[in-house]
């Protein structure tokens, strides 16, 4: 499994690829938590279009990201492209309400910036941060 993190102003992406199992999750866990102050909120986009396999393991770490926003009282978790699988699991364990769905992260970030420039907050593009392991 391959985890990559790219941090912007408005979110942090986390790109997932190969498969995801309980020794994943452990590890995706631990980079949503060392992520998790990067961006206000925090907004963290998923990306997960890349996953070969994955088993309840992706629900488990999106709950945990969802239960932490929920005790601070913010944030936002937005799925790039998932699966059909992953939107049926979603959808069957009442998370895909607590989500936002979206076609491209390039998309999504643009949307983000423009949202944030709409409210008067400073903007930038791109922090030029990116880690892959």
């Known amino acids: 499994m391959y985890i990559e993190t790219i941090r912007h102003l408005h979110c942090t ?12 999750r452990v590890r995706f866990s631990a ?3 060392a992520v998790w102050d990067w961006s206000a909120g925090p ?3 998923f990306d997960l279009a890349e ?6 393991s992706v629900i488990g770490v999106l709950a ?8 601070q009282g913010s ?6 492209r998932p699966s059909d699988h992953l939107l049926s699991v979603l959808r069957l364990t009442d998370l895909l ?13 643009a949307e983000l910036m423009l949202d944030d420039e709409a409210r008067g907050s400073p903007s930038s593009a791109h922090q030029g941060f990116s880690t892959r392991r």
Do not use: K, P
Request: charged share 30%; aromatic share 4%.
């Open 13 to 24: 992406v986390l790109r997932a690829g190969g498969e995801l199992d309980h020794a994943g």
């Open 97 to 109: 309400s607590r989500v936002e769905l979206r076609e491209s992260v390039e998309e999504t970030v």
């Open 43 to 45: 907004v963290l986009v």
């Open 64 to 71: 945990m990201a969802m239960q932490r926003m929920e005790e």
């Open 51 to 56: 996953l070969d396999f994955y088993d309840s």
């Open 31 to 33: 980079h949503i938590n």
């Open 75 to 80: 944030g936002r978790i937005i799925l790039v």
